[in-house]
């Protein structure tokens, strides 16, 4: 089966840091050794520095944000977005994928915040 993630992303290259990874692992290693609590624990640890403490956040709304982000920047087509997201049918797709949404949510959020998220990403 094909068990990869396409990691592109046009804002941010991640390259030097998967090859970083890569560098002494062997062939079949994974690139991640964290177990998914301290994965959660280190995302909320990051949303803290960032300024988003009062936010209830967790690593499972990436694949919501992720597929809306996608489809609101047009950068993959809803079949594009159903593969990255490895989705099985097109329903879930539609159910994960609010562009909508997500426009709804940046234009209620104060500048300055937004102003604040466009700096600490470019600290990725």
């Known amino acids: 089966s094909d068990d990869t ?3 592109d992303t046009h804002d941010v290259d991640l ?3 998967i090859l970083g990874l890569k560098k002494n692992k062997k ?3 994974k690139l991640f050794s964290c177990t998914t609590t301290q994965l959660s624990r280190a995302f909320r640890a990051g949303a803290e520095k960032a300024g988003l403490g009062q936010e209830t956040l967790c690593t499972y709304q990436l694949r919501h944000g992720g597929a809306s982000r996608d489809a609101l920047l047009g950068r993959r087509t809803l079949q594009e977005i159903q593969k990255r ?3 099985a049918s097109m329903e879930s797709v539609k159910r ?3 562009a909508g949404r997500m ?3 940046l234009a209620r959020t ?3 915040d937004l102003n604040r998220f466009l700096k600490c990403s470019q600290h990725l």
């Open 103 to 105: 426009q709804q949510a």
């Open 5 to 7: 993630v396409v990691l």
């Open 96 to 98: 994960y994928e609010k």
């Open 15 to 17: 390259a030097p840091f």
């Open 110 to 112: 104060p500048v300055h």
């Open 27 to 29: 062939p079949k290693e």
């Open 85 to 87: 997201g490895r989705w």
